[in-house]
């Protein structure tokens, strides 16, 4: 089976950065996706950004030029980087992957556990 397991959240005073890191273990053939989303208190869980094994890369609008996800193919680990850190931004972090076991498997979807960030002074 897959896990995910993120880290890097933290108390960050407002104007600050995080980097949070999500690293998938078990059977991995190829991670064709990875995003991160959010889920702040009493609001439901949202995408922050995303990519593809295609290249694609996808920002929502609030943490355009704020946020940069990337990854380490060869460490099947993903990476969100958060600057300019707002109290709006305070939530858990989630990371989810599309990860094909063995080749030529479907894809399946995985998510982890969470990660909490917070932007307070």
């Known amino acids: 089976q897959v896990q995910l397991v993120e880290s890097g959240g933290g108390l960050v005073q407002p104007g600050g950065s995080l980097r949070l890191s999500c690293v998938a273990s078990?059977?991995?053939?190829?991670?064709?996706?990875m995003g991160w989303y959010r889920r702040a208190p009493g609001k439901q869980r949202e995408l922050v950004a995303l990519?593809?094994?295609?290249?694609?890369?996808k920002y929502v609008d609030f943490v355009k030029g704020r946020f940069t996800i990337s990854s380490d193919n060869a460490e099947n680990t993903g990476y969100l980087q958060i600057n300019s850190l707002k109290p709006e931004d305070s939530a858990v972090y989630y990371c989810?992957?599309?990860?094909?076991?063995?080749?030529?498997?479907?894809?399946?979807?995985?998510w982890g556990q969470g990660t909490q960030g917070t932007g307070s002074s």
């Open positions: 990519f593809t094994s295609g290249g694609t890369t």
């Open positions: 989810k992957a599309d990860i094909s076991a063995v080749y030529g498997s479907s894809r399946e979807s995985y």
């Open positions: 078990g059977s991995i053939f190829s991670v064709n996706a």
